[in-house]
T-cell receptor, first 115, second 112 residues
Framework: AQKITQTQPGMFVQEKEAVTLDCTYD???????LFWYKQPSSGEMIFLIYQGSYDQQNATEGRYSLNFQKARKSANLVISASQLGDSAMYFC????????????FGQGTRLTINP | NAGVTQTPKFQVLKTGQSMTLQCAQDMNHEYMSWYRQDPGMGLRLIHYSVGAGITDQGEVPNGYNVSRSTTEDFPLRLLSAAPSQTSVYFCASSSNSRGEQYFGPGTRLTVT
């Protein structure tokens, strides 16, 4: 079975600072993918970034990067130069070898950016 | 390009009533899924489909039925609503390339 653990229920960060959101995972699948989603107060789920288990380099998408440490089974999201609009819930998720239709989500981290 | 659409956005049901949550996607994605999100929790998979005519159960399937007659549509049926089904329901679709799922705006369902 796959499991995602997000140990930070809430985080408070000053605007323009960098922030790291933690995510650890557990799986026995040899191939898997890791995702981060953002859920603002309006409720929609927004895809941010993806890391494949065999990717050699850490994924980056604009201000988002994924600190992937395979041996530690961690996939932390790093947001550089945080903005007020980054305030939201952030979810880490993974898929296994069974494919794209089945994601397992963590419980999320509520990020608040203070001006 | 509408992406993934869901109707209705809000719904209130009485215990024992049935209803269908609609989901449609226009991205020609093979895979579609239904999740529920309860307060303070992440999303949990209810049912999923890998193509027209093929569906399977996820983590929390009890009380729900699905069918997939076309690539575009994936309705979720509540057979006999219970207060425990009060939740926000998300439909999502994905291709097979990487697996990132594109979500609809959600349906907030309250069962009294």
């Amino acid at each position: 079975a796959q499991k995602i653990t997000q140990t930070q229920p809430g985080m408070f960060v000053q605007e323009k600072e960098a922030v790291t959101l933690d995510c650890t995972y557990d799986t026995s699948d040899p191939s898997y993918g890791l995702f981060w989603y953002k859920q603002p107060s309006s409720g929609e789920m927004i895809f941010l970034i993806y890391q494949g288990s065999y990717d050699q380099q850490n994924a980056t998408e604009g201000r988002y990067s994924l600190n992937f440490q395979k041996a530690r089974k961690s996939a932390n999201l790093v947001i550089s130069a945080s903005q007020l609009g980054d305030s939201a819930m952030y979810f880490c998720a993974m898929r296994g070898v069974q494919g794209a239709q089945k994601l397992v989500f963590g419980q999320g981290t509520r990020l608040t950016i203070n001006p | 390009n509408a992406g993934v659409t869901q109707t209705p956005k809000f719904q209130v049901l009485k215990t024992g009533q049935s209803m269908t949550l609609q989901c449609a996607q226009d991205m020609n994605h093979e895979y579609m899924s239904w999740y529920r999100q309860d307060p303070g929790m992440g999303l949990r998979l209810i049912h999923y489909s890998v193509g027209a005519g093929i569906t399977d159960q996820g983590e929390v399937p009890n009380g729900y039925n699905v069918s997939r007659s076309t690539t575009e549509d994936f309705p979720l049926r509540l057979l006999s609503a219970a207060p425990s089904q009060t939740s926000v329901y998300f439909c999502a679709s994905s291709s097979n390339s990487r697996g990132e799922q594109y979500f609809g705006p959600g349906t907030r369902l309250t069962v009294t």
